[in-house]
């Protein structure tokens, strides 16, 4: 018997070292065919990229994976604790796999208990970041040899680290940060014990413990979560019994754009970055933009912007309702699948349920709640006649027809814009967003910052950017580039230029441009020219001094790229975008000095290096040591000067005048130093206004996308004048009113308005004009465009009507 116990005894001990060894080269075959675990030493996840505007405030986020990488460091305790409770315990005393931990999660599972599961924290890292999630026993086996080398080589909390960092949370969120703002908008050190109790929930199978979709469930996971972590010290039992009893509190935090108006200048913005980086380094590069966007002036320009808009489309009756639904039965659930504009919060959409002479019965469209549901209570509200006035010049079939009744505009089922009134209750004004649209542009002219940008009326009914990406005609605001090169090359303020009927002849091609008003002045300065903004007298100096030159300098000023020298483009006929001009009119508020006009103050990559700054100037002396009665320290601007600094002032002082006396006296209502140019292209298709004062200039242009005339007399200073205005009028509120700076070694002298000659100051009809050394009012009357012979500079006899005009001097104003 012995013997055979030891027969049967070798017998085993060599099978089992058979097994033994099939099961060490089987082991050392899969090692061999393991991946590299030091990659983890170089771990760069995806990162969300942000952008912040000038004030720190978050614009935005983008990623292909919702993550923000914190180091162990930055991860509260209560998190940590959270995690180790629901997923290994063990973790700081295993040396890789818990074998406990596995004998544990058995038999739970065999007892039907809540499942935990039997992986380490190092397997699950090992896994998620060089494994596939293969169910097979070779991936198992690879696993826990990956695990014991992994813990060998980095430190505990370097594994954790990684874990917290990569796993998925669902909604999209990677990582605990991205998690905590995704599902409870708060940063890590905000969580309380309910919040991380439910994120360490979450790695185990998002979607079944969604907090909408399985709520109870989520619920049940979370409160396991809380008792491990009371069974394991980390938190009292009451603080535990406490937070049991909270709900989920989930408030998902939305994707996109975060700071309200900023959509149009936070689309531009990640356009430049894709350009500049591409698209990984915006949806992986976890990049830190901050931009020039000032958030209370983007809020004013929205406000002024739409407020023009809306007061010019009113004025022009009502085209109709959104769409029309059916409100026999529950109304709510089909007008909650109409889309509105969430970016104009003012407004809702709401349901004509009965309409009659006195006004509109709505029914306003149900909010929904964070799972997406509408909630169930419906509200009703009401529209008097006199909230929706504007309506009953009503659009049908292409004709405005004026109504007797709101029942004549709107019927039950209508789909309609209103806007809740603050001063009665229950009571709404009918909307409609504008067909007009427009663009508008704020910027620091001394370093080509945009502060504000308006797009159009709203992103979320067109993203298309009219202040970047439409390419409109200027019209007359391109008239200062005109001028400009002409009193960089000879000419004066007080140089006079005939106002009279001009036909030009090109080869078959004749061409006659006129005044807005039909009328000619006679011989005017090129002050009075500006200020009235005369075509004929425009197209005379350009063709006087060429237009090559003014090509230069539109190209010079960055208007064009490349400008055509035919003589209707010294009248504003070229392309260009609000963007340009107002970067245009930028450099002659800044003394002549180029810009570049930037959307964009730095950009910061992951680990905080700076890799893009806007602001190149130099600044010595800026990082002395320490004082010793140097002179403090001067930033040195490296800019090219585009424009002689004189010059630059004497455009200036022109268009002052245009606000004062010329045809944007509107401004003028303001009190302020502002110096600006009214626009108005062939058939009142665009209507312009650029102005600036010292320290900030601002364009905008209204027109229809697809160009049609905005009526006959609609002008650049009645229509966009009185919105820069109103920007203007907040904008400035506050600040002082700082005069335009002249240049040193200018000469002021009193001039006549209509001869251009020296006169006495004081005198009805003088102006002071600034003058260039080496220049002044001229000895005689001479008249620029005026031919030897009588006539008007283009070999043909002045009218009767032109002579007429020559001696009265008249004009006419837009």
């Known amino acids: ?59 935005a986020e983008y990623a292909h994976e919702r993550r923000l990488y914190l180091p162990i460091q930055a991860i509260p305790d209560r998190v940590k604790a959270a995690f180790l409770s629901a997923e290994d315990k063990n973790f700081y005393n295993h040396p890789g796999v818990d074998i406990q931990g596995i004998g544990r999660a058995a038999l739970r599972y065999v007892t039907g208990g809540p499942t935990q599961g039997g992986s380490t924290i190092t397997q699950q890292v090992a896994k998620n970041f060089l494994l596939t999630n293969e169910q097979t026993l070779d991936r198992k086996i690879k696993e826990a040899v990956l695990s014991f080398r992994i813990e060998q080589a980095y430190p505990k909390d370097r594994i954790l680290e990684l874990y917290l960092n990569e796993i998925y949370f669902g909604l999209g969120a990677y990582g605990i940060a991205g998690a905590a703002l995704t599902y409870f908008d708060k940063s890590v050190n905000e969580l309380t014990v309910a919040d991380v109790a439910y994120l360490a929930a979450l790695p185990k199978g998002p979607s079944n ?214 001063d009665a209750e229950g009571a709404y004004q009918l909307r409609q967003p504008p067909e007009v649209e427009g663009g508008m542009i704020a910027m620091d002219p001394h370093t080509g910052r945009v502060l504000a940008m308006v797009g159009g009326f709203s992103y979320a009914e067109s993203e298309f950017n009219r202040a970047t990406q439409a390419m409109r005609q200027p019209g007359s605001s391109f008239k200062p580039i005109v001028y400009a090169a002409a009193l960089d090359n000879g000419y004066t303020p007080a140089s006079v230029i005939m106002d009279g009927p001009i036909t030009i002849q090109s080869g078959n091609t004749t061409w006659t441009p006129k005044n807005y008003d039909g009328r000619a002045a006679g011989p005017s300065t090129l002050r009075s020219g500006i200020e009235r903004s005369r075509n004929l007298m425009t197209v005379r100096l350009a063709n006087d001094m060429g237009m090559k030159l003014v090509a230069e300098y539109a190209e010079r000023f960055g208007v064009y790229d490349h400008l055509a020298p035919y003589l209707p483009m010294a009248l504003g006929s070229g392309e260009t975008t609000v963007m340009r001009m107002v970067s245009a009119y930028a450099i002659m508020a800044n003394g002549g000095r180029s810009i570049k006009p930037s959307l964009i103050d730095r950009i910061q990559d992951r680990y905080g290096k700076t890799v893009f700054k806007h602001d190149e100037r130099g600044c010595e002396g800026c990082n002395a040591a320490e004082w010793q009665d140097q002179p403090e320290p001067e930033l040195v601007d490296n800019s090219e000067q585009v424009l002689d600094p004189m010059t630059a002032y004497q455009i200036t002082s022109m268009m002052e005048g245009v606000v004062l006396r010329g045809t944007a006296t509107t401004v003028a209502e303001l009190g302020r130093h502002i110096a600006g140019k009214t626009g108005t292209t062939n058939d009142e298709k665009d209507a312009w206004f650029i102005g600036y004062t010292p320290n900030l200039v601002v364009g905008l242009y209204m027109g229809f996308d697809k160009p049609k005339g905005l009526g006959r007399g609609t002008t650049g200073g009645g229509l966009a004048a009185p919105i820069f205005k109103d920007f203007m009028r907040v904008a400035l509120d506050g600040t ?56 008007n500079g283009s070999g043909e006899a002045l009218s009767p009507q032109a002579n007429q005009a020559i001696q009265s001097g008249g004009g006419g104003l837009y």
């Open 736 to 791: 002082p009113n700082v005069d335009f700076k002249v240049p040193e070694g200018m000469s002021l002298v009193a001039i006549d308005r209509k001869t251009g000659m020296q006169a006495v100051d004081g005198q009805p009809g003088t102006i002071i004009e600034a003058f260039k050394p080496g220049t002044g009012p001229a000895d005689s009357y001479w008249i620029i465009g005026m031919g030897e012979d009588g006539s």
């Open 209 to 422: 413990y969604h907090p909408f979709r399985h709520t109870q469930r989520a619920i049940e996971r979370r409160n396991w979560v809380i008792d491990q972590m009371v069974d394991n010290g980390y938190v009292a039992r009451e603080e535990g019994d406490k937070a049991k009893a909270e709900p989920l509190n989930v408030k998902p935090r939305r994707n996109g754009t975060y700071l309200f108006a900023g959509e149009y200048f936070t689309e531009e913005v990640r356009r430049e970055i894709i350009a500049r980086y591409g698209q990984n380094a915006l949806y992986e590069g976890g990049l830190s933009v901050r931009t020039t966007l000032d958030p209370e002036l983007q809020l004013v320009a929205r406000k002024a912007m739409q407020s023009g808009l809306l007061k010019y489309d009113m004025l022009r009756g009502y085209r109709g309702p959104v769409t029309s639904i059916d409100v026999s039965g529950d109304w709510g659930v089909p007008l909650g699948a109409v889309k509105g504009l969430d970016d104009v919060p003012e407004w809702t959409l709401a349901v004509v349920l009965d309409s009659s002479d006195a006004g509109l019965r709505i029914g306003v469209q149900p909010a929904k709640q964070a799972s997406g549901e509408l909630v169930a209570e419906r509200v009703e509200g009401t529209v008097s006649k006199d909230d929706m006035s504007f309506a009953m010049r009503h659009v049908v079939e292409g004709k405005t027809v004026k109504a007797k009744s709101p029942a004549d505009v709107l019927r039950p089922g209508d789909v309609v814009f209103v806007q809740k009134r603050d």
């Open 1 to 59: 018997m012995i013997r055979l116990i030891g027969y049967f005894f070798g017998i085993g001990t060599a099978l089992a070292l058979l097994v033994a060894g099939a099961v060490a080269v089987y082991v050392g075959n899969l090692a061999g065919e393991l991946p590299d675990y030091e990659v983890l030493a170089k771990y760069e996840p995806p990162v969300t990229t942000r952008i912040h505007s000038s004030d720190g405030s978050l614009m």
